[in-house]
């Protein structure tokens, strides 16, 4: 599976950025999408994740109540909208996927695709 993402840039805090990724390859597979982030000097962390089917997903308490995540499964795409934008969200944003219906990995270790990641920057 090869996973493209897109849609970083630079952003006043407050605003708002849509990322999307678009899968390639294996995708008849059962997959769970989800996005990681890495800021400079830091390791990735989960950022937010979500079922197979799209009825579920889960999010890291950070971003809880500002980002969600979405897919469409016949554009093989998962998008993640960021609304209300802070500084400390500025990081390198990795589209990543596992083999699984439901059950959701928040360990980058855990992972078995990764995307190339999209920079986001969020100024103050």
């Known amino acids: 599976v090869q996973l493209q993402a897109s849609g970083g840039g630079l952003v006043q805090a407050g605003g708002s950025l849509r990322l999307s990724c678009a899968a390639s390859g294996r995708t008849r597979s059962m997959f769970v999408m989800a996005w990681f982030r890495q800021a400079p000097g830091k390791e990735r962390e989960f950022v937010a994740a979500i079922s197979w089917s799209g009825t579920s997903d889960t999010y890291a308490d950070s971003v809880k109540g500002r980002f969600t995540i979405s897919r469409d499964n016949a554009k093989n795409t998962v998008y993640l909208q960021m609304n209300s934008l802070k500084p400390e969200d500025t990081a390198i944003y990795y589209c990543?996927?596992?083999?699984?219906?439901?059950?959701?990995?928040?360990?980058?270790?855990?992972?078995?695709?990764w995307g190339q990641g999209t920079l986001v920057t969020v100024s103050s």
């Open positions: 990543a996927a596992h083999y699984g219906g439901s059950y959701f990995y928040t360990y980058a270790n855990e992972i078995d695709y």
